[in-house]
T-cell receptor
Framework: GQNIDQPTEMTATEGAIVQINCTYQ??????LFWYQQHAGEAPTFLSY????GLEEKGRFSSFLSRSKGYSYLLLKELQMKDSASYLC??????????FGPGTRLSVLP | DSGVTQTPKHLITATGQRVTLRCSPR?????VYWYQQSLDQGLQFLIQ???????AKGNILERFSAQQFPDLHSELNLSSLELGDSALYFC??????????????FGPGTRLTVL
């Protein structure tokens, strides 16, 4: 079956670093995506990993280990506007997108 | 603004009814995806169309159907509506690169309320 796990909620302080983990078991693997979704809004693309390793994009980085079925999203220099849900999604061999339940991040002053 | 448009923004209807949600993808994007997001189930992939043809199917109920037209806009038809169909329905579009890095751009969503 298809399964993606993420922590439900996380809290961090403004200016800090937070790591959001994602583990997955899917029918094949064609890439892993991270999306940010503010409450009541549409998801917006953050990052894409298909090979093992770290992808860095400004304050956001994403890591992938295909052998472990594991990814994380690293957010540095947290800002209040980073308070949102972060969705991990995997594209399987059938070109289906499987989304995780999302991690709700609260950034406190 | 992602460039993806969805209409209507809000829809209120009764059980047993049928509704149509409309999506226009970004200019140049050939693929359209439909998602359902409810409070207790997160974002659920429903179906993908590429250049008019169905490409992938997720957890889409038989009461639901979709199509993509020659001008690439797409419609999601929901029939025999039930209370549990109340949700936010998102459309997303992408270019579909051969590299697989298929970044999706989401529309603002249609909030469906079934009473």
């Amino acid at each position: 079956g298809q399964n993606i796990d993420q922590p439900t909620e996380m809290t961090a302080t403004e200016g800090a670093i937070v790591q959001i983990n994602c583990t997955y078991q899917t029918s094949g693997f064609n890439g892993l995506f991270w999306y940010q979704q503010h409450a009541g809004e549409a998801p917006t693309f953050l990052s894409y990993n298909v090979l093992d390793g770290l992808e860095e994009k400004g304050r956001f980085s994403s890591f992938l280990s295909r052998s472990k079925g594991y990814s994380y999203l690293l957010l540095k220099e947290l800002q209040m506007k980073d308070s949102a849900s972060y969705l991990c999604a995997v594209m399987d061999y059938g070109q289906n997108f499987v989304f995780g339940p999302g991690t709700r991040l609260s950034v406190l002053p | 603004d992602s460039g993806v448009t969805q209409t209507p923004k809000h829809l209120i209807t009764a059980t047993g009814q049928r509704v149509t949600l409309r999506c226009s993808p970004r200019s140049g994007d050939l693929s359209v995806y439909w998602y359902q997001q409810s409070l207790d189930q997160g974002l659920q992939f429903l179906i993908q169309y590429y250049n008019g043809e169905e490409r992938a199917k997720g957890n889409i109920l038989e009461r639901f159907s979709a199509q993509q037209f020659p001008d690439l806009h797409s419609e999601l038809n929901l029939s025999s509506l039930e209370l549990g169909d109340s949700a936010l329905y998102f459309c997303a579009s992408s270019v579909v690169r051969t590299s697989g890095r298929d970044e999706q751009f989401f529309g603002p969503g249609t909030r469906l309320t079934v009473l």
